[in-house]
DNA sequence: GCGGGTTGGGAAAAGGTTTTCTCAGGGGGA
DNA sequence: TCCCCCTGAGAAAACCTTTTCCCAACCCGC
């Protein structure tokens, strides 16, 4: 029992209270809870005192307590309907990152498309009196199975389409695509394609008009994109439609793709029809997806949406929210990033 | 006021607490305490009348008071340090479903591989009364950067070593490899090879093992496992190894693979080399990552850890301990199931 | 009519912390 | 010397729920 004299708290007893912490520096709980917050009036020694005896019984307050009075529980709810995780993972890994800091912590709650899921983790989480909730999704147009909207705690949309009224942040992709058509124009290229996934998606669409606009500013002929599936098999068609015509002086000097599985479908092509990347041909993907992108011969560059930022934004937001903030409503968009790796080639020389 | 005779909750209104309940029903506290527990005696009369009061004003009890006095948070921890997802996130899913159900929320903890954000999260985690703590990381081998082996609360861990006398739970890799191979045989291939990942990872002995029992006990040569990386790459390099040699003879009829990424390398690398698959050489992979297996050409077997169950069980011993029953520690192997897709081949007629 | 058992329900403590209010004593000014 | 104010610290309420104990009234048998 007593062999091991280290503060270390000893195994399975109970946490020491703050009642203890003041039994044992000779005062009350009220002055030692004020010692210990820098609250109130008293001598510097007692507050040394008391600090010192509460570090050496390794107390820490009981922060179900704390919350049950100051109404504030240090914790907020994350919503996500996509287990697959791709996206998830980096957005909810930002979140927690930035609240733990703050003594924030965060209930994960995976509601796929289960409404009665939804209802049950929404409902927990109002239990546990969560000071605010971030929803986040697949993709930024599918709607989260639960109702939001008349909650009593501020909800801040990560990466999904918001509700009316409310705090949404999403990736800014028609900024993403302008980065990667004007890498291409920086490089030389001049008749640049565009795949990119299905039309349901608005993002196809953002994405699509900024390559449009950019091409446009600088006098370039725009190809209609060729929309359709956000996979690899997709990729290949389209490189079958686009350099399967005779005429090689027809053929794109760049595609620059919708995600990165169209954009290696699209490589895996080429180099099928003996076409050669970057030198003939430059690819550009979307989502910076490493295990993807580090994959394909050569390596993909392609643009990130540092989801990982956007997540942390988010909980901020929402911190922000919960500390009494207001904020205006409606999307925040946040800045791509383009990854340079080989397959967009470099400057003509 | 009473324009809403919803029982909708208005919004940004405090919570109705029992007390409240107690007053509009002309009851005490304690007695509407009962009522909606279903503990105490009283008419069912006046227990039904306390219950549709509670119902009308829409009361849920405060989780944070009901906690402060059960010593019960119905709150666990889930630590793990894999942003990258992969395995992650189906394993944080399982556990989340697994213990909704039950009003148990799950406190998502991202600890990277970094010593201090762990610290914070454990002590947070334990600030906030947690009832206990699931351990999970990117593979079997690497140790989170905390120490969880003197709390005061069970810890169960999976997918990651376990401390010693600790329960843990992880795939059973070696079965999983025995399916593959089994499967290969049952198809009639013979010439069976096995591209795994780095030999510091536990789990490729443990499958490499499996691979050569299976074929001893059919009475077949054993080649030597060739390892290497996680990777697509060393997929390539291993087909130009396994196939570089001149005399066809020599050459396996069937490869499985320590994860679908080298599966992937390798049926490509066999395919630039004009070698069929499945016609000439079957290929299994190993993690069924349904993104990478259903791109491969043809779509990939795999062997298919069940993360999900991993997660869900998880959970469930977690929370066995959590209410007092004893759990024998060590290890414990969950069966892993074979994904036919059409790599592998069909019977021989 | 009386005592014992039962029934229906309430008072109060407990859980751990924070905060407001109160109070005793000491010091300084008049 | 008296009064006032300030200083240091404690008592108690509050947060919300659960649970134990208690009590009054009623019913029953005798």
Redesign the pocket.
């Known amino acids: 029992m007593s062999a091991d004299a280290e503060p270390a708290p000893v195994s399975a007893k109970?946490?020491v209270?703050?009642?203890?912490?003041?039994a044992a520096a000779?005062?009350?709980?009220?002055?030692?809870?004020?010692a210990?917050?820098g609250?109130?009036?008293?001598?510097a020694?007692?507050?040394e005192r008391i600090r010192e005896t509460a570090r050496l019984l390794g107390?820490?307050?009981?922060s179900?307590?704390?919350s049950?009075?100051?109404?504030r529980s240090f914790t907020v709810g994350l919503l996500t309907n996509d287990t697959y995780g791709r996206f998830s993972l980096p957005l909810m890994a930002g979140v927690s990152d930035a609240l733990v800091d703050k003594g924030v912590s965060v209930f994960l709650c995976n509601v796929e498309d289960d409404q009665r899921l939804g209802q049950l983790h929404v409902e927990a989480m109002l239990d546990k009196r969560v000071d605010g909730i971030v929803a986040t999704g697949k993709r930024i147009d599918r709607h989260l199975p639960v109702d939001l909207s008349n909650l009593r705690i501020p909800v801040v949309y990560a990466f999904t389409q918001p509700d009316p009224g409310a705090v949404g942040l999403v990736s800014d992709d028609a900024g993403g695509a302008r980065l990667a058509v004007e890498q291409f124009l920086r490089l030389g290229r001049r008749r640049i394609a565009h795949v990119s996934g299905p039309a349901s998606f608005a993002v196809v669409h953002a994405r699509a008009e900024a390559y449009r606009d950019v091409l446009r500013e600088n006098g370039l002929a725009t190809a209609e994109p060729l929309l359709g599936a956000w996979s690899e098999a997709w990729g290949r068609d389209a490189v079958a439609r686009l350099f399967g015509k005779a005429g090689r002086e027809g053929w794109p000097d760049a595609v620059f793709c919708g995600n990165d599985q169209i954009a290696r479908g699209v490589i895996d092509a080429l180099r099928e029809r003996g076409i050669r990347v970057p030198e003939d041909v430059g690819v550009i993907g979307f989502d910076n997806w490493e295990i993807v992108a580090e994959a394909t011969r050569p390596p993909l560059t392609s643009i990130d949406m540092n989801l990982a930022s956007l997540g942390r934004e988010a909980g901020l937001a929402l911190l922000s929210l919960v500390d009494g903030h207001p904020a205006a409503p409606g999307i925040r968009k946040l800045p791509c990033r383009l990854v340079v790796r080989q397959s967009c080639g470099s400057p003509p020389q």
């Open positions: 109970p946490p209270t703050l009642r203890e912490v003041a000779g005062v009350s709980v009220a002055t030692a809870s004020k210990l917050n609250q109130g009036r008293m001598t020694e007692t507050r107390f820490r307050p009981n179900l307590a704390q049950l009075l100051r109404k």
